[in-house]
């Protein structure tokens, strides 16, 4: 009684020692010891210990081995998963340089013609393709690599005030022709992002960009959608993976900005 008792008082007295480290273990015994006059107590509590101890360090090799295993799997996954993503990109570019090239070539120019005639360029998309949006008014109305005057160069997706009062008004579907119709004019040129060519709000701004004589290029994915018809000039990445499609019209946009620089 009195063994398994001081026994149980030790172990769980220190349980934290005990699941942390062998180390814990070791101390238990030490501070045990004292309380045995008996030397067959203290072997017998002292083999226990020892048991503990090879148990702990058969679960630590354990635990090892199976991270080891784990962590192999998983990497293999990871880098095949990686391997296939840089692979459909690669693909995707070179089956279609032509396109590709005849695209950016298009829209340097008519930036060049709008910037030369003191216009603005106006981009507009959802989501990620807002964030390109944002990313090309600030290389052309900063600069890309050239120190040179600033472009004008206006994002439609950036000023949260205006955006979520027509929202609230007039419907989500109008948060960018409200802005185009208060802001443009004949002769600018409207730049739209879409992977899919389906968005409202996209398709009602190439609406109003057609009824004001602003010349209009979409950027689009998949089938291109409604935006394809009615846009000035489009360009659709053949693609059905969302990524891919705006890797491309990244990669567009950054091209048609270092000419223009």
């Known amino acids: 009684f009195i063994f398994y008792s001081v026994t149980n008082f030790f172990v769980w007295t220190y349980s934290d020692l005990y699941e942390k480290n062998i180390d814990g273990l070791i101390q238990c ?6 309380f045995f006059s008996n030397t067959l107590l203290s072997t ?96 052309l109305v900063g600069r890309y690599k050239k120190n040179r005057k600033p472009y004008k160069a206006i994002s439609l997706t950036t000023d949260t005030s205006v955006l979520t009062c027509i929202a609230n008004d007039f419907g989500y579907e109008r948060i960018f022709e409200r802005q185009l119709e208060g802001l443009g004019q004949k002769g600018d040129l409207l730049i739209v992002f879409s992977t899919s060519g389906q968005s409202k709000n996209i398709v009602n701004l190439l609406k109003k960009s057609k009824k004001m004589r602003i010349k209009s290029i979409a950027l689009l994915g998949k089938t291109g959608g409604q935006c394809k018809k009615i846009s ?19 990669l567009i946009g950054h091209i048609f900005c270092s000419l223009v620089d």
């Open 29 to 34: 015994y030490l501070l045990a010891v004292p």
């Open 44 to 139: 017998i509590f002292f083999s226990y210990l020892t048991f503990a101890c090879v148990n702990k360090i058969k679960n630590y090799f354990y635990k090892i081995e199976k991270n080891i295993i784990w962590n192999n799997w998983w990497n293999k996954k990871m880098k095949k998963k990686i391997f296939k993503h840089i692979y459909q990109h690669i693909k995707l570019i070179n089956e279609n340089q032509k396109d590709i090239f005849d695209c950016v070539e298009k829209i340097a120019k008519d930036i060049k013609e709008t910037l030369n005639n003191k216009k603005t360029i106006f981009f507009a998309g959802n989501g990620g393709s807002a964030a390109d949006c944002e990313h090309l008014a600030g290389e």
């Open 232 to 250: 000035s000039y489009s360009y659709v990445v053949p693609s059905s993976s969302t990524a891919n499609i705006q890797e491309i019209h990244h």
